[in-house]
């Protein structure tokens, strides 16, 4: 590559920052970062019925939170009127565009004549060649007017994209279409032409259903002598059932990711592979490693399957692999006041236990509940099967004593202790190992039992099952 790239996000603020739409904006951002270039963002809010600001302050906090962060400042399309108008005039001055009269229902008759015959319609250039003088005539007579482009009736328009390889249209499929309409408003084809160009836009990278725009808006770079930016469209979301994604399948905004607790690195390794990947088994990255091997030539042309559960293993892969002290920092950049009267070191020590049973932030907070508060609530299922009578209360009894007496509260102290009251009592090690956990976690699965004696120390263990012996079992036998 010779020109340091220059790519841009351009959403229209008319609904939240969804799947879609950050997987535009973190290939383009990739894509920037990779050569190191610029990523732009620019705001499409021209239809300004459904342009809303709400959605614009959505889609931005979405990409802060993400962390793609743009280049300033941003653009947004509803204060560029001028620009647009100058670069119309420019084209009408040249005669590459002209002023067509027909009205609504003119067109409308065509359109009927020509479902009737059986013809594909076509717009017709009735006011293409109009003379200057013809022009002011209808001017003056109050007559409303759109900008159509003078589309070359021979040759075709050719363009390679880097995902779906050689497109080639006839222009003679393309009508003479709309750049600015009866109110003055500059279309989506041409503001983009000429922002694009303006921002130096060099290599276009966004959404594949906006490969049949591409050919028009190559039309209007050749009109406006300006240079051809690179193309590459990317493949649709779909959803598990082969449908285009939407909000059936959970391709609610990116807030709803956060909402539930993914973290953005997990976030973006997962969106990374809707579409692309390596080339090779590796399927998680860090934001680094994408950076670094992201390629988009190796973003394939068919729809891209989101798959939730798929999304919940990279998401707890990352967990696994993230420092506590990471993931402390990120549970209390939500959540400042997290388990703020226990200490950091503590904390480190629980998270290490218990990454391995999470994948978002949500699911490890509840998961390390009971290494904090006493349980309120225990799993009544378990402790009817695991405590179902006195017997029980006499062998947690025993270990009380035994723990009472320990002067080191290491795993295998903890073990031997266990083992030793199981065997004194003659019963196997598990019909106490359950209603341990029972009694200090109130679940019936978690790490393993040592370490979580270890952890929650003397104490708190003594406690537990002593208040254990008071409520269990449920009713007396
Ligand atoms: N505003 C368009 C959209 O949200 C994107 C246009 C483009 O990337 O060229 O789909």
Redesign the pocket.
């Known amino acids: 590559m010779n020109k340091s790239p220059c790519v841009r996000f351009?959403?229209?603020p008319t609904g939240k920052l969804h799947l879609g739409g950050a997987r535009t904006a973190l290939f383009n951002w990739l894509y920037a970062k990779h050569y190191g270039g610029d990523f732009l963002l620019r705001i499409?809010d021209t239809d300004t019925e459904r342009s809303k600001r709400k959605y614009t302050d959505q889609i931005l906090s979405s990409l802060k939170w993400l962390g793609l962060n743009w280049s300033e400042p941003i653009i947004f399309q509803s204060e560029r009127n001028l620009i647009y108008k100058e670069a119309a005039q420019n084209l009408l001055d040249n005669k590459l565009a002209y002023r067509c009269f027909l009205t609504k229902e003119e067109l409308e008759f065509e359109r009927e004549k020509s479902k009737k015959e059986g013809l594909d319609f076509r717009v017709p250039k009735t006011y293409r060649n109009l003379s200057l003088d013809d022009q002011k005539g209808m001017l003056n007579a109050g007559k409303s007017f759109t900008i159509r482009l003078k589309v070359p009736s021979k040759g075709s328009t050719f363009f390679e994209d880097k995902i779906y390889g050689e497109i080639n249209v006839n222009n003679h499929e393309i009508d003479d279409f709309i750049i600015v309409r009866s109110d003055g408003s500059p279309t989506y084809n041409f503001t983009?032409v000429v922002d694009d160009n303006n921002m130096g836009i060099n290599c276009?990278i966004?959404?594949e259903d906006?490969i049949s725009n591409t050919p028009k808006q190559i039309l209007i770079y050749s009109a406006l002598h300006l240079p051809v930016p690179d193309f590459a469209h990317l493949p649709m979301i779909l959803g598990a059932d082969k449908k285009r994604l939407s909000k059936r399948h959970g391709a609610a905004g990116v807030e709803h990711f956060k909402n539930q607790g993914y973290s953005v690195d997990a976030l973006l390794n997962y969106i990374a592979m809707l579409g692309w990947n390596s080339g090779t088994e590796d399927e998680l990255f860090s934001i680094e490693d994408l950076i670094s091997k992201f390629d988009i030539n190796k973003v394939q042309k068919k729809g891209a399957v989101y798959d939730e559960k798929k999304l919940h293993w990279v998401a707890g892969q990352h967990m696994i692999q993230k420092p506590e002290i990471n993931i402390l920092d990120e549970i209390r950049e939500d959540d400042p006041d997290w388990q703020k009267h226990s200490k950091d070191n503590y904390i480190y020590r629980v998270l290490q236990l218990m990454k391995i049973r999470a994948s978002t932030l949500n699911e490890l907070k509840e998961a390390c509940t009971y290494f904090f508060t006493d349980p309120k609530d225990y799993d009544h299922k378990a402790i009817a099967k695991r405590w179902k009578d006195k017997s029980v209360n006499k062998l947690i009894n025993n270990f009380i004593k035994r723990l009472e007496m320990l002067s080191s509260w290491s795993q295998t102290d903890l073990d031997i202790c266990l083992r030793d009251t199981s065997q004194e009592m003659a019963v196997s090690a598990a019909k106490l190992i359950h209603p341990v956990r029972l009694a200090l976690s109130g679940k019936s699965h978690g790490p393993g039992l040592f370490e979580l004696i270890e952890l929650l120390g003397k104490m708190t263990t003594l406690r537990r099952l002593r208040k254990a012996l008071d409520i269990f079992p449920l009713k007396d036998d």
Do not use: I, L, N, Y
């Open positions: 351009a959403p229209s499409e983009v276009v966004r959404g906006h």
